[in-house]
């Protein structure tokens, strides 16, 4: 689909990571589209899978939560891994990834204690390293369709 995007759908997508409890009406006149023409945009978006769904965003201190950290999990058997984040409702997302380690977890937990109960569990199936995250640059950053005139190569490479 990314290459059927155009330049009302990328606005589409921009307005709606900005702020996705828009109304279409509203949603029509940023994108300067009527609300039935980008109502239907919006659903072919959902039908194709550029979007995959609508959430909050949630203040996690607010809800008690006073530490997230970074949990690198080494190699471990794929299934026991999975497993064990269903079961753990302080995982907030959870990467199987290349590397040295096979997973990188988000977590959330309330104080040291809780955060080295949690770590706990983990450490039961293989090594793990954690670090708490102590502030947070870039989160929930909007994405849209790469252009290859956006890419500039390394900073001193020249072409050959």
Known sequence: MNSELDAYDTR?????QADARLSMAELGRR?????????????????AGVITGYRASVD?????????ALVRVGRAEYARVVKL?????E??????????????LEIAVIDVPHLDAVVSRFCL???TSTA???????????MLPPRREDVKPPVGRRKA
């Open 12 to 16: 589409i997508l921009a307005e709606l």
């Open 31 to 47: 994108v300067h589209l009527s609300q039935p023409a980008v109502t239907e945009r919006v659903r072919k978006l959902e039908g």
């Open 60 to 68: 996690l201190s607010k809800l008690g939560y006073g530490i997230r």
């Open 85 to 89: 984040v269903s079961q753990t409702p």
């Open 91 to 104: 995982v907030v997302n959870a990467f199987n990834v290349t590397g040295e380690d096979s997973w990188i």
């Open 125 to 127: 199936l293989t090594e």
């Open 132 to 142: 708490i995250i102590l502030n947070v640059a870039r989160e929930h950053h909007a």
